[in-house]
């Protein structure tokens, strides 16, 4: 996704303020990355020196272990924003 994608995603009247991680095995329908991919730019990891870059909020019903991971869209859109373009 080259930067003018991005900027058109972000600049649309319908663009979501949280996202869910998509499911395994298909990719995000704003940014088409991964489930794994996004993971990393989200949660604490060993890839990412335990300091995520983007912002996210992890859901948990009390007394539940297992919860959903809300993406801040901005915050990722910013992200990749981040990197410049991509050389073919």
């Not at 058109?8 to 095995?25: A, C, D, K, M, Y």
């Not at 992200?79 to 410049?84: I, N």
Request: hydrophobic letters at 30%; glycine letters at 6%.
């Amino acid at each position: 996704m080259d930067n003018n994608t991005l900027n058109e995603v972000h600049s649309t009247n319908h663009t979501p303020i949280w996202i869910r991680l998509p499911r395994q095995g298909t990719r995000c329908s704003y940014t088409g990355l991964s489930r794994a991919v996004m993971h990393r730019f989200v949660a604490p990891c060993k890839e990412n020196d335990q300091s995520p870059q983007v912002q996210s909020k992890l859901l948990l019903q009390e007394g539940k272990s297992r919860g959903v991971r809300l993406v801040n869209f901005e915050s990722l859109i910013s992200y990749l924003a981040s990197f410049g373009e991509v050389e073919s």
